[in-house]
């Protein structure tokens, strides 16, 4: 395999999965083609489901890829709903729901899913643990970065450069494992 | 027709439309499987998908619903995603992303989807208008129901029994567009 579709409209993740993974001399191609992503509990679930319905339009290997925040003291909020409430109550209101909260723990989870045609999909995770801030810090990164002190740091992923972040990163991670499986398997 | 299939896990919504619906003389029959909700914006959307999926597997006439509450100084929030939101932050959660907030309009939403084979869907919405009290009041109804003031009341849902509730309930309107539909199609 020389080509892989990437099904996202991410231009970060995509250059993210370009650079990993051409060194292997895959070409990574994005389709920006939409998929629906359902309310479940698991990135794992949402990935399975959205791979499921692009593989009946899809008759070539493809890879997507699904991220969240997940704080213990509010039971996995926001977890695969990040994005949404990133959209509606946004950083401040995460900062309001944990005001008083001691116990800050979280953890950005990360999926790749990846998929070759007549094949049952397989998924590579990653995640990094680390804490919410007291209050916004940094202007990097996106989504809920300024908030995310990872474990062994003690700024947000909002302060670190990508190259910093992408040592820590849980979507780092879950590529990580996807490119050591395709070094094995497509060698 | 007489029959059409509740496609829910609900008892209680069961029980609403089979006392409604039960006057026209259509029985009311629970098929409790599950389908997809997809992450969307808006409640019809989530609708339409469950039903396209559900109409692959289904080859008689069905009805499904879906309801969230939609908090006009959260964006929307928690909208499509109030069960979500209910069993991880909670009403407390709710409770603590208003303090210190003004405004506090809130609309209750419910979209009722009616499929007959062969012909697309159609759907019939319902909402309720109000706003989310300072603290949790009463203990009747389900869901955030404890915090959600109706416009021209001074009780919260969890402060009403189901016949005070239904007078304004979202559901109930949207229940009642469905009949009148079916009274005039069916007759």
Redesign the interface.
Known sequence: MKQLYFITGNKGKLLEAQTKLGVLGIKIVQRNMGY????ADTLEE?AE?GVKHLAEKINDAFILEDAGLFIEN????P???SA??Y???GID?VL??L?GVDDRRAVFRSVYAYKEPGEPPLFFTGECRGCISREKKGSHGFGFDPIFIPDGENRTFGEMTPEEKNKFSHRGKALEKLYRFLEENLG
Chains 1, 2 share one sequence.
């Open positions: 629906p992503e359902i309310q949402v489901f509010l039971g996995g909020f977890g695969v709903y949404y409430v959209k509606t109550i209101g309001k729901l005001s």
